[in-house]
């Protein structure tokens, strides 16, 4: 069976097309965040899809600390070099997620003789894994989430958050590990476009404010930051606003290129299938979205968590939600998948 031809033929208006034409159409990286198992498993329709739909993609965990950096020296890139091969077979735009982040930490900083580690040396461990892992990537990996979700999340009454002080690269270097993890960053590939990368950032409010301060701090103090990702692990419901609008464009007067790095768009569920009117829903808020994306030459990317409500991780971590993806589970795709189609082509 031959997967693609099903989708071209099914896609926006009935014209053979694919997401992964109209984005190339648009010059526009339009991706999926990879599953590396079921992309080595038993099941083609998944390769097959991901290479027909997309131009662009980035490692769900692969490219984790927690996955790569095994020991204080020591690195496993058997899948991460996997995923290179396969993004530069099929001609797609990789991006890098992620090299600093408070969550997926190496799993060795957490045993015993990890814990021992002085934080003089966890700094020169930093910097020798972001180093390396740049450096063997290098011109391979167009963008980097250098940082993710150095943000705490709002307080209940609504005050400017502040940093994660408790992320073991803070407490281990101090609010200065940004600045140096960009630094280093861009000591090892001078072309990499660097990003911050958080959630529950897309529109105005304390969450999004705080993190506009920190990257304008940065810029001013003349570090190598390029770029913001807004998540956009979003509610059905979802739409684009006039605030929406408004928060990217403070973001983009900095300076700075944007991505829509790790959008899904949930629905409840409770075990029932989606309804009709939850599916027009959700192509919505794809629509709107990707039409955000599409009108401003700022963004740069238009990543997916994921292509088939198979392999999601909704369901496993927001118990009772779920087909957030623009294809089902059996990678037929959904209204949202023709709705992203539209906007693509600017319909
Ligand atoms: C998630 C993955 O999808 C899961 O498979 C994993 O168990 C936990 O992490 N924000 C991020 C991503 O930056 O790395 C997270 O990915 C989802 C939220």
């Known amino acids: 069976m031959n997967i693609s031809t099903d989708l071209q033929r099914s896609s926006a208006d009935g014209a053979a097309t694919s997401l992964r034409r109209l984005a190339e159409a648009r010059g526009l990286p339009v991706g999926a965040a990879v599953n590396m198992a079921a992309l080595g498993g038993d099941d083609p329709r998944y390769a097959e899809t991901l290479r027909a739909e997309f131009n662009a993609c980035v490692a769900e965990n692969a490219f984790k600390p927690s996955e790569v950096w095994i ?13 290179a091969d396969f993004a530069a077979e099929n001609g797609m735009l990789l991006r890098g997620h992620t090299l600093v982040w408070h969550q997926q930490t190496p799993r060795w900083l957490s045993s015993e003789s990890g814990r021992g580690v002085p934080a003089e040396e966890l700094s020169g461990l930093l910097r020798k894994y972001i180093h390396t892992m740049v450096a063997r990537y290098k011109g ?20 400017t958050p502040g940093l994660r002080e408790e992320s073991v ?10 600045a140096q993890a960009f630094r280093w960053a861009h000591e090892a590939d001078p072309d990499a476009r660097l990003y911050y990368n958080d959630y529950e950032i897309e529109d105005l ?48 007067e900095l300076g700075l290129e944007w991505a829509v790095t790790e959008v899904d768009i949930r629905m409840r569920l409770d075990g029932a299938p989606p309804t009709p009117e939850q599916l027009a829903d959700q192509a919505e808020g794809y629509e709107e979205l990707t039409r955000l994306c599409v009108t401003d030459p700022q963004c740069r990317a238009l990543i997916f968590w994921g292509f088939t409500d198979r392999y999601s991780w909704i369901p496993g971590f927001r118990k009772g939600w779920g087909a957030s993806l623009p294809m089902d589970e059996e990678y037929l795709p959904k209204p949202a998948y023709h709705a992203v189609c539209k906007a693509l082509t600017g319909k």
């Open 169 to 178: 690269w803070h407490r281990a270097l101090g609010p200065d590990y940004l």
């Open 205 to 252: 409010g304390p969450k999004s404010d705080a993190v506009y301060t920190l990257l304008r701090d940065l810029l001013a103090q003349g570090v190598p930051l390029h770029g913001i990702g807004f998540q956009g692990h979003l509610l059905n419901g979802w739409r684009v606003t006039e605030a929406h609008r408004a928060n990217v464009r403070r973001f983009t």
């Open 71 to 83: 020991g204080p020296r020591e690195y496993d890139f058997s899948v991460t070099d996997r995923l």
């Open 140 to 159: 391979r990996i167009a963008q980097w989430d250098v940082v993710n979700e150095a943000i705490h999340d709002p307080d209940p009454e609504g005050a």
